[in-house]
Nanobody, 115 residues
């Protein structure tokens, strides 16, 4: 069973930065597709961005230019660097790993942007 685990959430002021990570035991970050999603209170879960198995990335318009997905081959994690954070970025952030024709969701990590 693949169990993604997110980390790195917290409270940050508007304009600040946070770096989230996603890891799953036994999953090779260089060989699988991973997506970031978020869900704000009272709203549906929405897509943030994705990294393919060859490293190409794509982002939702509302985070493009501020968020960057990368992968750390040494530590075998995917990362989401979030800059210029806005209050509307407040949400629980989830990673979703596509593996063996299935997808697996993490439990999420809370990001709160507030002064």
């Amino acid at each position: 069973q693949v169990q993604p685990v997110e980390s790195g959430g917290g409270l940050v002021q508007p304009g600040g930065s946070l770096r989230l990570s996603c890891a799953a035991s036994g999953i090779d970050v260089s060989a699988n597709v991973m997506g970031w999603y978020r869900q704000a209170p009272g709203k549906q879960r929405e897509w943030v961005g994705v990294m393919g198995n060859i490293g190409m990335t794509s982002y939702a318009d509302y985070v493009k230019g501020r968020f960057t997905i990368s992968r750390d081959i040494v530590n075998n994690t995917w990362n989401l660097q979030m800059n210029a954070l806005k209050p509307e970025d407040t949400a629980v952030y989830y990673c979703r790993i596509f593996y063996d024709r299935r997808d697996f969701w993490g439990q999420g990590t809370q990001v709160t942007v507030s002064s």
